[in-house]
Nanobody, 115 residues
Framework: QVQFVESGGGWVQPGGSLRLSCVAS????????MSWYRQAPGKEREFVAG????????NYADSVKGRFTISRDNAKNTLYLQMNSLKSEDTALYYC????????WGQGTQVTVSS
């Protein structure tokens, strides 16, 4: 059974930083691309960042480019998202997964950016 457990969210003031983690199980984590997604209240889930199986290629949504860094540790089946210079518009529930159309999603981790 595919499972994702996201953690590391919380409340932070604008300009602050957070590091999210996602532990995956039930499939071969090192076999493919992993991504972070987020969903703000009243909005569709959107892509945030992705990383290839070996970590050699990353890509980011324009809105987070230069502020967020995605990484992975295949030995620990764990995906990370370092988020710096956070803005209020980054407030959302953050999820990890292999693809946007996946049928199984974790609970997500809430990130709230406000003063």
């Amino acid at each position: 059974q595919v499972q994702f457990v996201e953690s590391g969210g919380g409340w932070v003031q604008p300009g602050g930083s957070l590091r999210l983690s996602c532990v995956a199980s039930g499939f071969i984590f090192s076999s493919g691309t992993m991504s972070w997604y987020r969903q703000a209240p009243g909005k569709e889930r959107e892509f945030v960042a992705g990383i290839t199986l070996g970590g050699g290629i990353t890509n980011y949504a324009d809105s987070v480019k230069g502020r967020f860094t995605i990484s992975r540790d295949n030995a620990k089946n764990t995906l990370y998202l370092q988020m710096n210079s956070l803005k209020s518009e980054d407030t959302a529930l953050y999820y990890c997964n292999t693809r946007p159309g996946a049928s199984s999603w974790g609970q997500g981790t809430q990130v709230t950016v406000s003063s």
